[in-house]
């Protein structure tokens, strides 16, 4: 484009309107491989500010580039904001990136109205695509020529990611296990697994990649040093798909990160996890750990490809806890074999099982997904209104209660914490 030679700016869009304030990594990671490249980059986080902002600063400052992060679940939010960026800067170079845009290209094109859409990791292919790059890797455009997903092999030559172009402290806050100044990392890529309900094998075409343990523990003493940061998110995909290497990581942590809390929200099969391991995060400071777990029924964890072993699961969540990690455990309902009585019965189990914390959604079919299931085998409002009721029985329960407002801080603003935390559960 030729804008970029008179015009290097390039404006990083988070369009979501999720309430849930993760930082926005992905658009980070750009933002630095730009800045290193030459660009002035600005970002804009639509889940922090209005999309009068958004229209204030594009009738202002002209832009080469307007990037936008597009899920499978946004894409009208995407395309509104594509058509406002389009009405007031005619000339800006519209790329999509991020999950829709790796695993369906053309509708974003089409739906989106992006100009570019970028497959896979982001920060090569945007950089090269502003320096004035054709055909950079990953790019599809509007002639109907494709692009494999790509795939950035050396995560050690990624910088870290920019940190100032979304301030760090406009997304501390006060979470279910309280506020500290926190946020998120990652180090790992991807995932060489095809678990029926997630699309991360599609989004990386099964190349799992890891950082050198010692650049990860650098990125959290940075982190510390410059941002005040005392508690770190990974938010990998599979960060323990390779157990000897987490555990060399979490020993690393150890060593040489001494005092950061750690948190691993994102779903781990139980059979990747042993005493040892558990050992070595809980010497880490990991205080928070999530199972995933999906389903109790052996024909759905089959349809999945996702089995694990219970007794060893209760081994693992026993001994966590004795190491004072908190465990959750996450479930999907809407799997090809659930009935009304069978989740009736998952219910009561799930209650029996040594977690901590439960969480239910409602599978939803997403493209990249191996399990490309048509239909469900029950109708959505009645999966919704199991999903309150488990709620209502599990957290119901006295002493779970009582431990959950604690951990967020007690009394009545633990409480008003949990309440909010609930009302968000129940719209997913
Ligand atoms: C944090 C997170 C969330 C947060 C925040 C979401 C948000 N709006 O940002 C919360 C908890 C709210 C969330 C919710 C959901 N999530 Co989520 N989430 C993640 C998670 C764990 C981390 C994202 C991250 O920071 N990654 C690290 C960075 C470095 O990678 P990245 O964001 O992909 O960015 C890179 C590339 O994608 C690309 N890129 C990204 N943006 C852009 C923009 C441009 C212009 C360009 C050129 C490139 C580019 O370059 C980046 C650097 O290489 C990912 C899994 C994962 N590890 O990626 C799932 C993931 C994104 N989520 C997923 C899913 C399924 C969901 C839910 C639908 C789950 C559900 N059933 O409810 C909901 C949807 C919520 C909604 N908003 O509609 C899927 C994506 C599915 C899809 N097709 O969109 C993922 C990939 C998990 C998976 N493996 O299946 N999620
Ligand atoms: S659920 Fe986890 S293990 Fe399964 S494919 Fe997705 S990232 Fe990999």
Not at 380 to 400: I, V
Request: charge should be positive.
């Amino acid at each position: 484009m030729d804008s970029t030679r008179d015009n290097p700016s390039v404006l990083l869009i988070e369009p979501g309107k999720s309430r849930d304030l993760t930082y926005p990594l992905g658009l980070a990671y750009l933002a630095g491989h730009l800045r290193r490249a030459g660009a002035t980059v600005h970002g804009i986080d639509l889940r922090i500010e209005s999309d009068a902002a958004l229209e204030r600063l594009l009738k202002t400052q002209p832009f080469a580039i307007a990037g936008i992060r597009v899920m499978s679940t946004e894409v009208r939010r995407a395309a509104s904001i594509a058509a406002l960026v389009r009405r007031l800067q005619p000339r800006a170079l519209i790329v999509a990136g991020g999950p829709h845009a790796t695993l369906a290209p053309h509708e974003v094109l089409a739906r989106v109205g992006a100009d570019a859409a970028v497959r896979g990791d982001g920060e090569l292919p945007i950089a090269k695509l502003w320096s004035g790059d054709a055909a950079p890797p990953g790019v599809v455009r509007r002639d109907g020529r494709s692009a494999e997903v790509y795939v950035h092999d050396d995560l050690g030559a990624l910088d870290f990611p920019d940190r100032t172009t979304f301030p760090m402290h406009r997304y501390y806050r006060q979470g279910s296990y309280g506020g500290i100044a926190r946020t998120a990392m990652i180090a790992t890529r991807g995932c060489v697994k095809r678990c029926g309900y997630c699309s991360a094998h599609a989004l990386c075409r099964g190349d799992f990649r890891k950082r050198e343990p010692d650049a990860v523990v650098e990125e959290i003493r940075r982190l510390r040093a410059e941002h005040g940061v005392r508690g770190v998110v990974f938010e990998d995909d599979a960060l323990v798909i390779d157990p000897s290497w987490a555990k060399g990581l979490f020993e690393r942590i150890a060593l040489r990160a001494p005092g950061t809390t750690i948190d691993l929200p994102n779903g781990v099969n139980p059979d990747l996890l042993d005493e040892d391991l558990l050992d070595a995060m809980a010497g880490a400071g990991v205080r928070s750990l999530a199972f995933g777990l999906e389903s109790l029924c052996g024909d759905n964890q089959r349809a999945i490809d996702r089995t694990f072993d219970l007794d060893h699961l209760e081994r693992v969540a026993r001994h966590a806890r004795r190491r004072g990690i908190s465990t959750t455990g996450y479930f999907l309902i809407g799997l090809p074999h659930d009935t009304p009585l069978g989740l009736l019965s998952q219910a009561a189990a799930i209650r029996r099982l040594p977690l901590d914390l439960a969480h239910v959604s409602v599978y939803r079919r997403l493209p990249g997904q191996p399990l490309q299931q048509a239909h469900r085998p029950m109708a959505w409002t009645a999966l919704r209104a199991f999903r309150a009721g488990f709620y209502l029985q599990y957290y119901g329960e006295p002493a779970r209660l009582g431990a959950l407002v604690d951990r967020a801080g007690g009394g009545l603003p633990g409480m008003a914490t949990i309440a909010r935390r609930a009302a968000q559960w129940l719209r997913w």
